[in-house]
């Protein structure tokens, strides 16, 4: 179990962030019975919730996840929240934006089952998927599901979706 005061950056089950110049790969990892909590209840500016999932909250280079599945996660943020996922909060950056031979993220066999997402007291919550919060361009996903996964409830909320949040062009 995770539990943070203040800002939330890159946080996950197995791993905040995966970050470097060589491929990682990630096999048959499963989280289960997890919870990962913010406990700040203001709304101040600094209390931003980033890259949070119950696997690896952040991905910033060429990874490759087959058969990763997390089950039981519970995930409660209080502040502005961005970049969320059941599995992977985020394979954003600079990188793998712009960089045409590196970032290629391939999600294949993974799973999310018996996810609760909550984002309370949060005026935002954007980029929010049930498996994947934000996935790069040239990101594929594969023979992925997602089941009963609980989605925000707050009026301000954009880019979510049930399996992937956000795509950018």
């Known amino acids: 179990n995770i539990t943070a005061a203040s800002l939330v950056r890159g946080v996950g089950g197995f791993a905040g962030y995966i970050t470097g110049s060589a491929p990682s790969v990630l096999t048959n990892c ?3 019975n997890s919870t990962i909590k913010q406990t700040q209840t203001t709304l101040d500016e600094t209390y931003k919730c980033y890259h949070v999932a119950g696997l690896v909250g952040c991905v910033d280079s060429d990874s490759k ?3 990763c599945s997390t089950t039981s996660v519970d995930i409660t943020m209080q502040g502005r929240t961005y970049y969320l996922g059941g599995l992977i909060g985020s394979t954003y950056s600079d990188t793998i934006q712009t960089t045409a031979a590196n970032g290629m ?3 294949k066999n993974c799973a999310v089952d018996d996810c609760v997402i909550l984002t309370k007291n949060s005026r ?3 980029e929010f998927g049930g498996l994947v919060g934000w996935l790069s361009e040239g990101g594929t996903v594969t023979d992925c599901y997602v089941s009963a996964v609980t989605n925000p409830a707050n009026t301000n909320s954009s880019h979510v979706g049930g399996l992937i949040g ?3 062009e």
């Open 124 to 126: 935002n919550c954007n």
């Open 105 to 107: 993220i391939t999600v």
């Open 30 to 32: 499963t989280v289960s």
């Open 65 to 67: 996840f087959a058969s």
């Open 166 to 168: 956000y795509i950018p």
